[in-house]
């Protein structure tokens, strides 16, 4: 009775396994998907003459190797400030005419001592009522835009460049202005709340007074410091910074949202120095193209490096509603920040390829360059110099002691912290490995990702400038970057691979159809007849193989015997 029911149960399993087994399907081919319509490098439609150096309005401004490199009418005015400049370089901006009035050398010592510098609060990718598109668009890659609110410089203008075009403004974007004065300015900073919710600004790391000079609260907390700013209102900080360095400015209103949403920029106070004129605004951040005294007493260059993370779900939210109330409701009560994933990480606003565009470092042999790094993250950032080790020289504002400053390629920093760095590229095999493209990013390795695909995220590059053309594209000696800049390489229909080695790493050819053609796909398969079954060959092999296990199990004795024998035998010769 036992042998039967083994020998049942074995020819059930060997049925059962070969009923089951999958059968054997040719490899598909591999298809090759077209790229379709990929931008090139540089599409900013830049003047070439924006990129030279040059003398504007009486200001020094440095030469940009970068593809979308900022107005040198911009850059005058925000030196000069908005009333010392001529009416065609104010008109030549889209700066309002009291965005920047600086005045009064209280010092005489050659520069401006008094500041007020307006500042709006804008939305990007925001809900259209009137088409399904959002507006003022800002692409952080092809095709990509996630809502954002942003801190700007007052305008004059419409949030879009023309009545023709959707796009944002050249003042209207990610990040929030890089603010810079000078140690013991007094600045009034002010904050013309143009948007549907409340916000503030809160000077973190910068010195300034609990209350102003007129009793009011003046540290941006709704809850100890002053009313928060409501939609229609205005609110002046006062400031008389004592100490030098690289600091952070941001809403403080809800922080956990409004934060990731965009509000949020470096603050520097650059060290007093007589006739010292600073670019009060670094719109974007990346190159300073008209560095302070200071800086320019110890380096060759200086750029603005503002990381931050979006978690898509969160940016959906202000696209979803034309109410106000309810935006706040998804925003503020339903929106639970501790489930929440970042998608998008970012550097100076854009995400690769775009970072190429605008946030390269560009160097040449033999130069000491400064690099203010500031994480705008939700978690800690792990930054990494490929061919280059920097020195530390100051965190959150403070310098360090020579005999502290680390010189390291990897670089951590907490959210809200900040970095600046000394980049030197002497070719020493520590310093710096010698001129190339060589990447700079987040280590953390989903920052290096767009919603999950690489490449992307914060990359890129300290660029030599021998290895730039003179419209700032780069010349690699890798693969291709065109996949990058086209938007189905972001909706994940192209193979990273297939531009180079498309025999085995491109798309198989039933993927790309599926995707492509679902419904045409589903048709056809119901009209083709279905494939011969091979269900009978499988349930005959799994009998004949019941079959032996049975009579295997019957002489199992005689069968050990024998196998004992031959093992005998081969052990003896």
């Not at 403004?169 to 300015?185: F, H, K, S, T, Y």
């Not at 998804?330 to 929106?335: H, R, T």
């Not at 520590?430 to 989903?446: A, T």
Request: net charge negative; with cysteine; charged share 20%.
């Amino acid at each position: 009775m036992i042998k039967r029911s083994l020998s049942a149960a074995l020819g059930s399993a060997f049925l059962a396994w070969s009923a089951g087994a999958p059968a054997v399907t040719a490899i598909p081919e591999t298809k090759k998907v077209e790229l379709g319509e990929a931008e090139p490098f540089c599409n900013s439609g830049a003047p070439a003459e924006w990129r030279k150096a040059q003398v504007l309005e009486g200001v020094e401004i440095r030469e940009s190797r970068l593809c979308n490199p900022d107005s040198p009418a911009e850059i005058a005015a925000f030196v000069k400030g908005t009333n010392n400049i001529s009416m065609q370089t104010l008109m030549d901006t889209n700066l309002a005419a009291d965005a920047l009035i600086v005045s009064n050398d209280m010092d005489n010592d050659g520069d401006p001592d008094h500041y007020i510098i307006k500042l709006e609060v804008m939305e990007l990718n925001g809900h259209s009522p009137d088409f399904a598109g959002v507006v003022p668009t800002y692409d952080i890659a092809p095709g990509i835009e996630p809502a954002f609110w942003v801190f700007a410089p007052k305008t004059r203008d419409m949030s879009t460049r023309s009545f023709a075009s959707a796009e944002a403004n050249p003042m209207l974007r990610m990040p929030a202005p890089v603010i810079r004065v000078e140690q013991g300015d007094v600045v009034w900073l002010v904050l013309e709340n143009t948007h549907y919710f409340p916000h503030s600004i809160h000077l973190h790391g910068v010195d300034h007074p609990y209350m102003d000079f007129s009793g009011e609260g003046n540290d941006g907390v709704g809850q100890t410091s002053a009313m928060d700013v409501m939609p229609g209102q205005s609110k002046t900080y006062v400031i008389k910074p004592r100490q030098a360095g690289t600091m952070y400015y941001h809403c403080h209103v809800q922080p956990h949202t409004h934060i990731p949403l965009g509000l949020a920029g470096i603050f520097i106070v650059e060290e007093n120095r007589p006739n010292n004129w600073v670019q009060t605004f670094n719109v974007g951040a990346g190159q300073v193209r008209h560095p302070s005294k200071a800086v320019a007493e110890k380096y060759d260059a200086e750029y603005d490096l503002h990381y931050q993370s979006v978690d898509k779900e969160l940016h959906k939210l202000p696209q979803s509603f034309n109410d106000p109330r309810l935006i706040a409701h998804a925003i503020n009560q339903e929106y639970d920040i501790t489930d929440a994933t970042d998608d998008y990480y970012l550097l100076n606003g854009r995400a690769f390829p775009y970072t190429l565009r605008e946030s390269l470092v560009v160097v040449e042999p033999n130069q000491k360059v400064k690099l203010r790094v500031l994480n705008g993250h939700t978690e800690v950032i792990s930054l990494h110099t490929h061919g280059h080790k920097a020195v530390e020289t100051h965190y959150d504002g403070v310098e360090q002691r020579p005999e502290a400053r680390v010189r390291r390629d990897v670089y951590t920093l907490s959210p809200a912290q900040r970095l600046d760095l000394e980049l030197e590229t002497v070719d020493d095999g520590l310093r710096s490995f010698g001129p190339g493209l060589w990447m700079f990013h987040d280590h953390v390795e989903r920052a290096f990702t767009t919603d999950g695909m690489g490449e992307g995220g914060s990359i890129s590059l300290i660029a030599y400038k021998q290895y730039l053309d003179e419209n700032g594209t780069p010349h690699t000696h890798g693969m291709s970057l065109a996949q990058y800049f086209t938007k189905k390489y972001w909706e994940r229909k192209i193979s990273p691979w297939q531009e180079v080695f498309d025999a085995s790493l491109g798309d198989p050819e039933t993927f790309v159809k599926a995707e492509a053609k679902p419904a045409a796909a589903a048709k056809s398969a119901a009209a083709e007849p279905a494939p011969p079954s091979n269900t009978g060959r499988n349930l005959f092999l799994g009998l004949l193989l019941g079959i032996a296990g049975y009579f295997a199990y019957l002489n199992r004795a005689k069968l050990l015997e024998t196998a004992s024998e031959w093992i005998a035998a081969v052990r003896n010769k």
